[in-house]
């Protein structure tokens, strides 16, 4: 039935209520559920302005988890905040 109002899916509207109940600063393991790993940076010597990122993590490498980035791309969080 129209009523004239906009309509919303149910799962916009839970998705608009839990995102608004979330903390300013969550915690990214507890919050929002991702599991923090350590990664290697590795300077790459033929091009100075790429890195790689390797997972410390045997059974990641196996499954190719790898980033390759431009040196400009790549920041520390903690002084963007």
């Known amino acids: 039935m129209w009523t004239g109002e906009q309509t919303q ?3 916009e509207t839970e998705l608009s209520t839990n995102w608004r109940d ?3 600063d969550p915690d990214l393991e507890e919050d929002l559920g991702y599991e923090l790993i350590a990664w290697e940076k590795i300077n790459v010597v ?3 302005d790429q890195v790689i990122f390797l ?3 045997e059974e990641q490498l196996r499954d190719d988890a790898f980033i390759v980035s ?3 791309a ?3 969080l903690t002084d963007r905040r």
Do not use: K, L, M
Request: aromatic residues 0%; charged residues 35%.
């Open 70 to 72: 431009d040196e400009s």
């Open 9 to 11: 899916s149910r799962g």
């Open 46 to 48: 033929d091009d100075a």
């Open 74 to 76: 790549v920041c520390d």
């Open 22 to 24: 979330q903390a300013v």
């Open 55 to 57: 997972p410390n993590s």
